[in-house]
């Protein structure tokens, strides 16, 4: 999903009710495709404590699916790119930072459960993205190496954990120009014309 502008309203929302002016930069680059307990506790440093945490997430993400609601919609091309992918017996999996409780609402809303026989939330993980647990483990849960992976990632931070776990990288700019994306092996703007021959080619 092209979540992305949603998540940056209601996140600077957020912190500006609790006194932070953020920069776009900031959020690109130390918030996006991170856990919120992990940049929560980065922004407020010592300022909150386990229960304050656990409160701030959930309000900042109530607050992004309210936002979200009205406008949720899959990325063009990617019902189909999924169903390509279905009918050709290729394994699909959900890495994601987002906690269980946004997995679940975007699932909902856009019908694309089905199509993933594994989820990894953010809930999941004790290492935030960059560091490469989530696609260690998520890689591990499909049983295939991650040299053998293909990863689609909207987030500087998610790509450079894919990398680290030796997965092959497709950006997807969503969230980052194409020339932020320079690291990634292929670069999308969405799923209309992505092929098993393209995803062969990377392999």
Wanted: charged content about 25%; hydrophobic content about 40%; some cysteine.
């Amino acid at each position: 999903m092209d979540s992305n502008p949603y998540h940056r309203i209601a996140l600077r929302q957020f912190c500006e009710k609790h006194g932070y002016h953020l920069s776009d930069e900031y959020l690109k680059t130390k918030i996006f495709g991170r856990t919120n307990a992990d940049w929560l506790r980065e922004l407020f440093q010592d300022k909150i404590d386990e229960n304050q945490l656990l409160e701030f997430e959930e309000e900042k993400e109530s607050l992004f699916r309210e936002i979200f609601d009205p406008h949720i919609k899959p990325v063009s091309g990617l019902i189909d790119f999924l169903q390509l992918l279905q009918d050709n017996h290729i394994p699909r999996a959900i890495a994601t930072s987002a906690p269980r409780s946004n997995v679940e609402f975007v699932l909902n809303k856009t019908g694309v459960r089905k199509f993933f026989q594994i989820i990894i939330n953010g809930n999941m993980i004790e290492n935030s993205k960059p560091h490469p647990e989530i696609y260690l483990k998520t890689t591990h849960a499909i049983d295939c190496p991650p040299a053998q992976c293909l990863v689609i990632e909207d987030s500087l931070s998610g790509m450079e954990s894919a990398l680290k776990a030796g997965c092959k990288v497709i950006g997807l700019t969503t969230t980052h120009a194409r020339a932020e994306l320079q690291r990634a092996h292929f670069v999308i703007d969405d799923f209309e014309h992505l092929t098993l021959a393209d995803l062969e080619n990377l392999i």
